[in-house]
């Protein structure tokens, strides 16, 4: 079984000064884009279909560990276009723990 950290620790990541938006737009919307439901087919069926940290089978959610904003264009990248390692299988109370507790840092590229 291997095991996943859930969120990257931000301590000793230099600071930027220009911030992104609260908000990742229409995010919601591109849930529903075939490329990530593909991608999220494989971090599943990695995971075995369960979440990483309680082992629940249902109410599934991919988690990424980091958000990616291109400063150049002023986005953030579509979910799809992360890496498999930063991605990680939750079930919705996991995830929403984790949340809770933890900010999702956000790398700019």
């Not at 950290?5 to 930027?16: D, F, G, L, T, W």
């Not at 494989?42 to 988690?63: F, P, T």
């Not at 939750?90 to 995830?95: A, F, I, T, Y």
Request: with cysteine; hydrophobic share 30%.
């Amino acid at each position: 079984m291997k095991i996943y950290r859930r969120y990257i620790n931000i301590q000793n990541q230099s600071k930027e000064t220009e911030e992104p938006p609260e908000k990742h737009g229409s995010y919601g919307a591109l849930l529903f884009d075939k490329r990530w439901k593909d991608k999220r087919g494989i971090i599943l069926s990695r995971d075995n279909n369960q979440c990483v940290i309680c082992g629940h089978g249902e109410e599934l959610e991919v988690h990424h560990r980091q958000y990616h904003f291109l400063k150049v264009v002023k986005k953030f990248n579509p979910p799809w276009e992360y890496p498999n390692n930063i991605l990680i299988t939750l079930c919705n109370s996991c995830h929403q723990r984790g949340h809770s507790k933890f900010k999702v840092p956000i790398i700019y590229v």
